[in-house]
């Protein structure tokens, strides 16, 4: 149910963002076609279940939006360092993380978020172990490796996805 | 207002061409989708958000394309290095570990479950 509320929410404000108006007769086709799209798409989808909505899930979604943003301008500024450097100052390397992070939405988040903050590229991902390629590799060990890469997505992504 | 726009795609397509100049000079593969993936999701990402500037009518689908982007190009290059891992593509031979070689996990074969 709170799958299928979700699906709804999201197709409706796409539909509204698409046709950037509030006209009464626009707003109807499109809660019947993402009330028929939600109802046909999500009758086993199980993406949403771990979410909290509660307060505090949303204003820490809100954080993560933000620590997110400001990781990805880091990041540019990172590789902007390092493509214009005439020394090439690269030491990469496929590291081992683990997360506690159980819900796979979490983990998807967490995999993107990863892949788009300085250096930082998951190859693979297998159980709870993520295998990240890193451009600037500073510590081999999985511990550190995952205080460096993990843990500062993962303290909001654990609150949001409880 | 118009002025904003222009600097915020200029800015964009500096981004961009950061990321075509990595793109030639990065040693290997990986090293690559690293630059590819971080500057291009910012370039484009900027180069939208001077568009909204420029063309404030059209804020709701550049919205929604700075969105798609941001969810879907982290995957696409995700799946370009599991794969290029996976048909042996070389590493450069500044590589310094490679955990993914010695983890007795990854080495199991995941098809056969189908």
Known sequence: MKNFFITFLI???????LNNTFQPDIL??????????????????????????????????IIFLGVFMVDLIKSNLDVTRRVLNPALPIKPGIVEVKTKLKSKFARMLLANSITLTPGTLTVDVKDDSFFI?????????????????????????????? | MELLGAIITLMGSFVLLVASIGLIRMPDVYNRLQVGTKATTLGTILSLIGLVFLMPGWWGKLILLIFFVMMTNPVSSHVLARASYFIKIPFTDRTVVDKLKVSTKAQKVEYEEK
């Open chain 1, 11 to 17: 197709l409706m404000i796409v539909w509204i963002l």
């Open chain 1, 28 to 61: 109807i086709v499109g809660a019947v076609i993402a009330l028929f799209l939600s109802m046909f798409l999500c009758k086993r989808c199980e993406l949403f279940t771990d979410m909290n909505f509660t307060p505090k899930g949303i204003i820490y979604t």
């Open chain 1, 133 to 162: 390629h890193w451009i600037d590799v500073k510590d081999e060990d999985v511990k550190v490796a995952s205080k460096e890469i993990v843990e500062k997505f993962e303290k909001y992504l654990e609150v949001i996805y409880g």
